[in-house]
């Protein structure tokens, strides 16, 4: 599939190339060559369906490259087997995706297959380690030379031979794969739906937004707080005592390239236009709100216009409402993939 969307867009890429900014396509097919690997079988082993209450929990492992293998937990509703919608649900920075299961059992009770995956070195992927700091450690090998792009931008990759799995199985109905997550899953949530037309629709959750006008605006900080300690170890090894937006641009020019700019949330996210797309934000987030999330939220709508599809993108924006989902929130969520998947 990502060979097929890479020679589909390569025309669009040229012509991206030779004027002042790349189009759509031409973004996705940047995107695509970022994060493009040799290819592996993906090897899928899974465990025999058990019973957990009413459904049916399935545990499974997949490759997708040389030395990765992603576990995942699959629930679905019990009784006869048919081709179902699935949602695919991404955790947060420090999480894992047994910290998904409330979200997955409300999604299978609704009717969906529902499945969560540990994020790189993130739960089962972090060799022992605990929270985050197997990720943290991992972006500053990168900073410092590394091959890898662990922030956000290889979870894509897996989430993508994820749907290669999904498709081959027979309780999945390939036509209505939708994907979800929640803070750094939630930009995982835009980036993969941006460049993969398998989403059928997505809900990225207090995620939206733009690391550009965060860095312009002195409104990094509590992003980059998320990987402090790799952040301050690069700001060490350059020297800088002092941070500022212009080291957060070379600090993610390593570890994401383009992330504020060409793959930024105002650039991506109008990719999903016209597929199905929620945000859920909290009004006083400090990592997702106000003008930043607004120039985001402006670049879908006109998007979602030019394609006569307004009525398929919704900004939730839950009021008095930080860095979090609340109850609400994902309501409006499961409300939004059962509307458009019909499970």
Known sequence: MRRLLLASCALALAAGRAGAAPGPDAVRADFLRLIDRPQVALAPQASPPAADGALVRIDFSYATEAGQRVPGILLEPAGPARPRAAVIVLHGTGGRKEGMLPFLRQAAAAGFVAVAIDGRYHGERAAGAKGSAAYVAAILRTYRGGGEHPFFFDSVWDVMRLIDWLQTRPEVDPRRIGLTGFSKGGIE??????????????????????????????????????????????????????????????????????????????????????????AVNGDSDPRASGPGLMEAVDAVRAAYAQEGAADRFELFLEPHTGHKVTDEGYARDLAWLVRWLKP
């Open 189 to 278: 949530t835009y980036l993969t739906a941006a460049v993969d037309p398998r989403v059928a629709a997505a809900v990225p959750c207090i995620a939206v937004e733009s690391f550009r006008y965060s860095e312009e605006h002195d409104q990094w900080h509590s992003r980059i707080s998320t990987v402090q300690a790799a952040f301050d170890a690069a700001a060490k090894d350059e020297g800088v005592a002092r941070p500022d937006g212009a080291f957060v641009h070379r600090f993610y020019d390593r570890v994401a390239p383009g992330i504020d700019g060409e793959f930024d949330g105002p650039s991506m996210a109008p990719l999903i236009a016209p597929r199905p797309l929620l």
